[in-house]
């Protein structure tokens, strides 16, 4: 098994929304990527940020922004979060059609893109897209809220990624989402995970940045196992 070094991935849901701009910049000389959760009270019931929102960040933060839409519709939407600005562009697989052809339009667009599974939504249907894609989001949760309790049983996903992923020879980071915290992050790790998002475990800490370099040593000591 070869995973790539890991990316801690600070989610902004779980942020002051009143000082966003500082929130942000309280992780900036630690985190890897900024999580940021786009959902629209009808793919999930949570209504959170969306594109503007995005658009004034950017101008606040040289990290870069890993957008997670949990939306309907997302070939309206995705491209718009890239000529945003954004790294890298996850979508569901749930809500799109023709995911191999959305992430072309995103590569297009200068932005990686990203394919997201949800919780009871079965992962070897979906194996043979990998190569279309430069990240595999897998929910240790239902999708939708954050401050869930992590499902250890998702972690099946993660194993039968990273086992396709290396018998592939692939370039694809295999992200998980969901109750990632110091005492969740290493099982993860060890299940082929390299992308790691974190929300209540960083901006729930009394100092976000040192929750950030503590999850990724935590990441970086698991070792990964077939």
């Not at 209504?47 to 922004?65: D, E, K, N």
């Not at 809220?145 to 992923?165: C, E, W, Y």
């Not at 390299?194 to 800490?205: E, K, S």
Request: proline share 7%; charged share 25%.
């Amino acid at each position: 098994m070869t995973v790539p070094p890991p990316i801690v991935a600070p989610s902004i849901l779980a942020a002051d929304f009143a000082c966003l701009a500082d929130e942000v910049r309280a992780v900036e000389d630690t985190a890897d990527w900024l999580h940021v959760d786009v959902m629209d009270n009808h793919f999930v019931p949570n209504l959170t940020i969306g594109l503007p929102v995005v658009q004034s960040l950017r101008a606040a933060t040289t990290l870069p922004f890993d957008v997670h839409l949990m939306i309907e519709d997302p070939r309206r939407w995705a491209p718009g979060y890239a000529d945003a600005g954004a790294y890298n562009v996850t979508f569901h697989v749930e809500a799109c059609d023709d995911p191999v052809a959305l992430a072309k339009d995103l590569r297009s667009a200068g932005a990686k893109a990203g394919l997201a599974i949800d919780r009871d939504t079965p992962i070897e249907p979906y194996l043979d897209l990998l190569p279309s894609f430069d990240t595999l989001l897998i929910m240790t949760i239902k999708a939708g809220f954050g401050g869930q309790r992590f499902i250890p049983n998702l972690l099946d996903k993660v194993r039968t990624a990273r086992r396709h992923v290396d018998a592939g020879h692939l370039e694809v980071r295999i992200e998980v989402d969901g109750g990632i915290a110091a005492d969740t992050i290493a099982e993860a790790a060890e299940a082929g995970a390299d992308a790691f998002v974190a929300g209540t475990a960083v901006y729930g800490a009394d100092d976000p940045a040192e929750a950030v370099r503590r999850l990724r040593s935590l990441a970086r000591g698991a070792e990964p196992r077939a």
